[in-house]
């Protein structure tokens, strides 16, 4: 069964503390593997998509990779506003042709000035 | 500019009331989709349309039955209101099937 899982649950930074939030997926064959980000009361808002392992994508202070396996997505010297919940979702090769996305449950990040 | 809109924002309504949500996107994508997301933040796809049509239901209970009446929109219309319906209701267009999603602000449907 395709399932994606997210750790840790929450992570609290201090400003400027850099860190990594993980993406563990297990997929029969994976198309796309993409970021968004969800503040409290709105929609996700997309962030990344990633296609194949070894690439990297990175937007101001955040950098997402992706292996076989897992992807991280980096976020360096954080500030207050990038607190947020951060999902992954993944695209079986098999969903292609319907653009259905497996999400993990998420991580909220908290960064405290 | 909105990029996709849904109406209401907040819905609460009793038991067995039927109750609708509209969607529209004006980024001229093909493809539109709701989601559910439940207490715990889960989101979990319900329906995706490409063209008009129906190429996803996730094994969702029949009394939830959407409608796109053109490409720009997708309205989701629950019949039978039931406790366990209360969630975040999530809007979604992309550009293809294989292509990044955007999200709509979300109807939070609250059941008593």
């Known amino acids: 069964e395709d399932q994606v899982t997210q750790s840790p649950e929450a992570l609290r930074l201090q400003e400027g503390e850099s860190s990594s939030l993980n993406c563990s997926y297990t997929?029969?064959?994976?198309?796309?593997l993409f970021w968004y980000r969800q503040d409290p009361g709105k929609g996700p808002e997309f962030l990344f998509t990633l296609y194949s392992a070894g690439e990297e994508k990175e937007k101001e202070r955040l950098k997402a990779t992706l292996t076989k396996k897992e992807s991280f997505l980096h976020i360096t010297a954080p500030k207050p506003e990038d607190s947020a919940t951060y999902l992954c979702a993944v695209q079986p090769y098999g969903s292609s042709n319907t653009g259905k996305l497996i999400f993990g449950q998420g991580t909220t990040l908290q960064v405290k000035p | 500019d909105t990029a996709v809109s849904q109406t209401p924002k907040y819905l609460v309504t009793q038991m067995g009331n039927d109750k609708s949500i509209k969607c529209e996107q004006n980024?001229?994508?093909?493809?539109m989709y709701w989601y559910k997301q439940d207490s715990k933040k889960f989101l979990k796809i319900m329906f995706s349309?490409?063209?008009?049509?129906?190429?996803i239901n996730e094994t969702v209970p029949n009394r939830f039955s959407p409608k796109s009446p053109d490409k720009a929109h997708l309205n989701l219309h629950i019949n039978s209101l039931e406790l366990g319906d209360s969630a975040v209701y999530f809007c979604?267009?992309?550009?293809?099937?294989?292509?990044?999603?955007?999200f709509g602000p979300g109807t939070r449907l609250t059941v008593t």
């Open positions: 349309y490409n063209n008009k049509e129906l190429i």
């Open positions: 979604a267009s992309s550009p293809g099937t294989r292509r990044e999603q955007y």
């Open positions: 997929v029969s064959g994976l198309r796309g």
């Open positions: 980024l001229g994508h093909d493809t």
